[in-house]
C-alpha cells in the first residue's frame, strides 16, 4: 500500500500549484482489498487535492483479470489498478 502512496502523491505534486483545477475523476480496481483499507489514505490525498476524486471499485478474483481485459480492450480502463505481484511474470509476457 505504501507502493500506491508513492504513486499517487507524487504523481500529483504537479497539481498542487495554486490556481483553478478542472474536476477529475480516478477510477481505481483492485481485486485483494476491502474499500475500508484505501478510506484512509483516499481521504488525506482528497484532503490536499480536492478537486480529485478516486472511486474505489473491488472486483472478485474470478472476474478481475477478465474485466480488466475488456476494459482497456474497449478503451474504458481504469486509470489506477493493481495487480498482485505473482502476476508479473505472466504479465511480462
Known sequence: MSVLAVILIGGFIAWK???????????????FDDTDQYASLIGKFQQTYPWIEINYKKFTYEKYE?????????GK???IFSIHNTWLPKKAS
Open 17 to 31: 500549484i495554486p490556481g483553478k483545477h478542472k474536476p477529475v475523476t480516478l477510477e481505481f480496481w483492485s481485486v
Open 77 to 79: 480502463s481504469p486509470d
Open 66 to 74: 477478465q474485466k480488466l481485459l475488456e476494459a482497456w480492450a474497449t
